[in-house]
């Protein structure tokens, strides 16, 4: 595997840390192999952790962390090889109760985990760098308290040769209002430290009527979050310096002096946008940008600040960097007294802050206690890691994808530039609404929503990663290596986490650990920030149609995946699981025996007001279904719990069938039947793991029928969207940008032909609406709004292009006796179903559950 590395900055990196996933193919590598990375003149040593495993148990995503040297825009090609396994040192620690001793071979950190976090003492050359009181991460709560964290758990994550990972959990106050996890990071032979902090409010919001906004009474309001290091600076001679950027100048702090960067709001043109709106519906910031002070008087200030902050003497000292400063503002750093202070939520803010019921937020902070200034900066602009197309494509870890160059069309093309340049870029469009500070960061703007907006600010909305443009920038992060897609990804993949999913595990089943809904469509988000549903919207809308919450017609997780398999970030491996649990839920329901009872009765009265014999359904083919099926799949993936197959299966099995009458189903009509189409991309991609785990059994003959039937029905019946404008509600760009996923379907059917006239059928229709798609979009100036560019790059990718392989090999021919599509309203199939609902239900309940949905209904 070829790996390409670049240092970004003109800063030299000494033994920086990198992290990152490369695939592997079948069989090619164990999970206790080793490697080191070479070029011709060096070699590296590299820590490896498998992510994911292919069917022989082999590696299929491989986490490599190693360390590197970079001389300022440097870049080099590096071989990852396999060598033989030595037992090599690692990072030595040692234990006593909750007090660890960790030495990297550079510098010692003690940790007392009993009382403080990060570090109680740090040691280079046998120097303390810290005093006695260490550091410590404190909370101030709104009535002034100060609340010291208190840690409940210490696990050892990880251990390598170059990483020594600690995960840790605890809460802040005895009231469990506010929790926090945090993972700390140690390197070998380094004084590098890197502290990823999330502070969680794991409280189910009250919402009520389905209604989310700022002010929620299970909101939790605080004054202050920061970290700090009291230096020891005995003999008052260490040098404090500065960097508003890396590209800016270094400058010195005079001694003695108290000194502040605080960064308000975001320093762009729409600094006070709306969007910044809190629950007494006020933007409450007042200055445009940072200021920096010093002995509490402003001697200058800027828009946009990414500090380094370095303490030392001679050429070595502390490097302190919070990465992404002035995008999740706001943020402050400070000294005083000997404590260089990290203001994550700082309280010079001129707003209390809120973490809304089932909110968190991710922070990282990195130090360097051995650092010079001329190699300051570890963490304000990674290392970019890059990965050879072809043998992406050669290892065919991504399932279904091409990472290679070829087969990507000129209309495609125009449609990434756009993505990434100029106005109607994603990081434009973030502008307009100023999509920054710690709540927004990594959002899409959903300027689609606001095209017959009328006012003198632009209507914000939230997209929530819809479509999941996740998993798109990371496909083409991997098919071009351009770090600009990564960066698109990362950001909104850490922001999904956080903000758009509920973290709670208390509210109503259906909605703990969803993923909330974009902004209800062409309404502003009003104060419910990320969560679709505002109290304003009551007087824009028919009351009886707001409010709402978490749906499993809106959840995506393979780019969450994708991050995982390229991060090794446990928490979006733990996303994923739990939005598969969540949506298979959400879709059938909660599993409690009122539950049951009441959709029992609700079966009853279906049956009475029905014909016997007509279609009935136990789930939509909608995007809901196809959804669940395709989330379900990505948890086998990151788990290799086959019962995420089984029940991928079952909701197959629950919704269609090969001998379905289709005509009956009125998949003509777009408006209510449109989103068939996602449910067929999610069956096969059922297929797809099927055959990779060569499992070509009943299930799999059974999906493929389903498969090839409704594909061929589309191949009679189906014709581009905008050819009947008149039983379209909204006849615009995005029904254009929806038929790309028709081609997709026959691009992808084309694997699963019987013979080679089904092959060719199947591919020119692939070609037809491929064509058809982008010639529609050409003649709309709307073209590049975010919903039709996240459509395109979910589905355009496929090239439009000749799909026919030249062999002879075709799958069996379709089985002709499948029996009659269960799906008719009749009483043995109420009873059937009903029965399997108890059954389910009796497996799971418990009387907590019972007693927790009743009280959701009640209360």
């Known amino acids: 595997m070829k790996i390409n590395l670049r240092n970004p900055s003109n800063t ?53 962390d190693f360390l590197v040297d970079l001389d300022p825009e440097e870049r080099i090609l590096l071989t990852l090889d396999h060598c033989k396994s030595e037992k090599k040192a690692g990072i030595n620690y040692s234990s006593n109760g909750r007090n660890y001793e960790v030495n990297t071979g550079a510098a010692l950190f003690t940790l007392d985990f009993s009382k403080r976090l990060p570090f109680k003492q740090v040691q280079v050359d046998g120097q303390d760098v810290l005093t006695k009181d260490g550091s410590q991460i404190r909370l101030k709560n709104q009535i002034n308290q100060t609340l010291v964290s208190s840690i409940d758990t210490v696990d050892v994550e990880s251990q390598g ?14 009231d469990n209002q506010l929790i926090f996890r945090a993972r700390l990071h140690f390197y070998a032979n380094t004084a590098k430290s890197c502290l990823e902090f999330t502070l969680h409010n794991p409280n189910s919001a009250v919402h009520p009527d389905g209604l989310w906004d700022l002010g929620d009474p299970s909101s939790v309001l605080f004054k202050e979050l920061a970290l700090s290091l009291v230096l020891n600076n005995t003999n008052q001679d260490d040098e404090v310096r500065f960097q508003l950027a890396p590209e800016k100048q270094w400058q010195t702090i005079t001694s003695n002096n108290t000194f502040r960067i605080n960064q308000e709001s975001s320093g762009g043109e729409n600094w006070d946008s709306h969007n910044h709106r809190n629950r007494d519906g006020r933007v409450p910031m007042t200055k445009r940008g940072y200021s920096v002070s010093q002995n509490g008087q402003v001697v200058s200030e800027g ?13 070595r000292g502390l490097t302190l960097v919070v990465p992404r400063f002035w995008q999740e ?14 203001s994550l939520f700082p309280e010079c803010y001129p707003d209390l802050h809120e973490l809304q019921g089932g909110e968190q937020k991710t922070h990282n902070v990195y130090f360097d206690f051995a650092s010079s ?11 970019q890691v890059s990965l050879d197309p072809q043998t992406i494509n050669d290892t065919k870890a991504i399932r279904g994808l091409t990472c290679c160059e070829a087969g990507v069309s000129q209309e495609y093309q125009e449609f990434l530039s756009a993505a990434l340049e100029g106005q109607n870029s994603f990081f434009s469009k973030c502008e307009a609404v100023d999509e920054y500070g710690w709540r927004n960061y990594g959002e899409l703007y959903a300027d689609h929503e606001g095209v017959n907006h009328k006012g003198d600010k632009p209507l914000v909305s939230h997209y929530n990663n819809q479509y999941d443009p996740i998993s798109s920038f990371y496909r083409e992060f991997l098919r071009t290596g351009d770090s600009r897609w990564s960066e698109l990804a990362f950001n909104l993949a850490r922001h999904v986490i956080d903000i758009d999913i509920n973290n709670t595990d208390q509210d109503r089943e259906e909605y703990c650990h969803g993923l909330f809904w974009h902004t209800d469509h062409y309404l502003d988000a009003g104060t419910a920030t990320h969560r679709m549903a505002s109290r304003e919207h009551l007087a824009q809308k028919n009351p009886a149609f707001c409010g709402g919450g978490p749906g499993a017609e809106h959840c995506y997780a393979n780019g969450l995946m994708l991050h995982y398999c390229l991060t090794g970030d446990p928490s979006c491996r733990e996303a994923v699981i739990r939005l598969a649990k969540w949506s298979v839920l959400a879709l059938r329901g909660p599993q409690t025996i009122l539950a049951s009872l009441l959709r029992c009765k609700n079966r009853i009265s279906q049956y009475r007001g029905k014909s016997s014999g007509e279609i009935w359904l136990d789930f939509p083919i909608s995007r809901g279904t196809g959804n ?14 086959k019962h995420f197959i089984n029940t991928a299966f079952s909701l197959i099995s629950e919704t269609v069938h090969p001998a379905d009458d289709i005509e009956k189903r009125d998949l003509l009509n777009a408006e209510y039947c449109w989103s068939y189409t996602v449910f067929l991309v999610a069956l096969v991609k059922f297929l797809e793991v099927k055959r990779e785990l060569n499992e070509l059994d009943q299930n799999y003959v059974y999906a ?56 060719e059928r199947f591919n020119e229709r692939e070609i037809y609406f491929y064509q058809a798609s982008f010639a529609e979009l050409e003649k709309w100036d709307s073209k590049y709004l975010t919903r039709p560019l996240v459509l395109v790059l979910q589905n355009g990718w496929i090239g439009g292009t ?8 075709f799958e069996t021919e379709m089985i002709d006796d499948w029996g009659l599509s269960p799906f008719r309203y009749n009483f043995v199939e109420m009873l059937r179903r009903q029965l399997l609902d108890f059954k389910r239900v009796l497996s799971q309940t418990n009387i907590k559950r019972e007693w927790s949905w009743l009280r959701a209904r009640l209360l």
């Open 373 to 383: 200034q001329e190699d300051a900066g570890w963490g304000v602009e990674p290392i």
């Open 628 to 641: 669940c099926i395709s989330v379900c799949l990505d948890a086998f993936e990151l788990s290799g719990e």
């Open 12 to 64: 030299r990196r000494i033994q920086e840390p990198v992290t990152f996933g490369v695939p592997c193919p079948q069989s090619s590598v164990q999970s206790d192999s080793q490697f080191v990375l070479r070029d011709h003149n060096r070699t590296i040593v590299v820590q490896t952790t498998p992510l994911s495993l292919w069917p022989d148990k082999s590696v299929k995503w491989l986490l490599c």
């Open 704 to 759: 493929r029928d389903c498969l090839l039937q409704y594909v061929m029905w589309m191949e009679q019946n189906e014709y581009p969207y905008l050819e009947k404008p008149k039983i379209l509600e909204y006849p615009n760009e995005t029904w254009a940008a929806q038929d790309l996923r028709k081609s997709l379907i026959f691009h992808k059917a084309v694997n699963y032909a019987t013979s080679r006239e089904m092959r």
């Open 802 to 809: 000749s799909n026919l392989e030249d062999n002879d090999s």
């Open 329 to 342: 503002f706001p943020k402050a750093l400070d000294i005083d007294s000997n404590a260089l202070n990290v």
């Open 161 to 174: 040769d170059i990483r020594l990972s600690f995960s840790l959990s605890g809460r802040f106050g005895t």
């Open 303 to 315: 828009k946009r600040a990414q500090p380094i902050v370095w303490v030392g003497r001679g050429k």
